[in-house]
């Protein structure tokens, strides 16, 4: 094929390149494309290899570091759950308390969902465009599936490929979480700072609302995404922003650098009747 | 035989990013080892291969980042690719220096692509500092350089080679 011919058949992929990151534009930072689901299905796989062979380095180098703590860890992990199983006794008596109460007024509680394990295989939190991609075993994880770790949220599933997801990491700058000030009940919308820090802004804050450092913010499961409750990050810095609102800094809870294991969260998601039937909210 | 080499070194990449990540958290930042293959697959001078090569390889580069659009590297290495194959045509880089200036600007260039788009399709996008744009453009330069100075002494020595047994036969 000549030069000019060439130069034609640039001008075109690269116009349909345009429309076809235009089209995607209203769902952005929302549904995954089929192109994107068999890219990842393509390439996890070797990611999955690789975090696999570098588990195994490092827990058989990490094994032969810790045995030698590992007796005086076990004694601590044993009082640990002495004093964590006399809370959890506590936690049931307040929770049926709390049914009795609820049955009384007949206040219908959310369903609490079921978590499972999934792997990392890939994770870029370092770059602008950031990303996370987990090995879900055999029952693949489901489109906005929220994402949980031990410390708090971590994103939503935005690509599903097999057993392979991309997720959404909530310091990306296109996410949003529908989220409150744990003290105040006071609610706003958490994303992601968009710097290179892992940070997160809670914006559409009023100034009249009082919101201080060290405030807890967890989710308000007011989006249709992610259930109530689940710690999203500290208050970090509280300045006026404009005539109107806060511009206040979160700190995540989570530590992105140390993922290796998340959580699904199977919970049941707004049906998709009674989200049709709400004006257009961009998650 | 062209292509087979681009597939390897594709896979290459794939597995040198992920290796990279796991060991470095960082790694991505520093250096774009997908703008590395497609920079020195166009060095051929073929432009049609070159961007298909960069549309290619840019829809896999973003299948493994985030920000809310599938599609910034494919359009920016498809540039990447037909530009450094059409320079290519025109200069003659034998030294390593000139294929760490074309690979650097080349990574300049992809990264003002894709934040351009990204400032143009998205409401607030997040921008990269501009230090780690230059720190990723000066890394991707010296693996290329690096990558493109070992193949050719591994070219010059299987040449040599070759020659020497060449030269054997006929005197037998």
Known sequence: ???????????????????????????????????????????????????????????????????????????????????????????????????????????????????????????????WLRTLVLYSGGTPARMNQPVLSPAGLVGRVIVVAGPYAKVQLITDRAAAVGSMDLRTRRQGVVRGSGGTEEALDLDYVPLQADVRPGDRVVTAGID???????????????????????????????????????????????????????????? | MSALKFLLGLAAAVLVQFVGVKLFPDFPRVVDVFL????????????????????????????????????????????????????????????????????????????????????LLLPSPPLPRPLWVGIKALGCGILGMLLYAGAARWTRTYESRRRGRMSRLRMG
């Open chain 1, 224 to 283: 249709g995404i992610y259930p109530r409750g689940i710690p999203v990050g500290t208050v970090a810095t509280v300045e006026p922003g404009g005539q109107l609102f806060h511009r206040i800094r979160l700190t995540p809870l989570v530590d992105f650098g140390s993922l290796d294991q998340v959580y699904l969260l199977d919970h049941l998601p707004v049906p998709a009747e009674v989200k049709k039937a709400l004006p257009r909210v961009r998650p």
């Open chain 2, 36 to 119: 590395v293959v497609v920079a020195l697959h166009a060095f051929s001078g073929n432009s049609l291969t070159a961007l298909l090569a960069g549309l290619l390889v840019g829809l896999l580069e973003d299948t493994l980042t985030g920000g809310g659009l599938y599609g910034l590297y494919g359009f920016a290495d498809t540039i990447i690719g037909y530009s450094v194959a059409r320079l290519a045509q025109r200069l003659v880089i034998q030294r390593a220096t000139g294929v760490l200036g074309v690979i650097s600007f080349a990574s300049l260039a992809q990264q003002g692509i894709v934040v351009g788009l990204a400032l």
């Open chain 1, 1 to 127: 094929m000549d030069e000019r011919r060439t130069g034609w058949l640039l001008i075109v992929v690269l116009l349909g390149q345009l429309v076809f990151l235009a089209a995607q534009v209203p769902s952005a930072g929302g549904s995954g494309t089929y192109l994107q689901a068999i890219g990842l299905r393509l390439v996890s796989p070797l990611a999955r290899l690789v975090a696999v062979v570098s588990r195994g380095f490092s827990g058989s180098r990490e094994d032969l570091r810790l045995r030698e703590g590992l007796i005086a860890e076990n004694r601590s992990l044993h009082r640990e759950v002495d004093r964590l199983r006399l809370q959890l006794l506590r936690l049931e008596d307040l929770g049926d308390e709390m049914d009795r109460l609820g049955a009384a007024v007949q206040y219908a509680t959310p369903p609490v969902g079921q978590i499972r394990a999934a792997d990392v295989v890939y994770l870029d939190h370092t770059s």
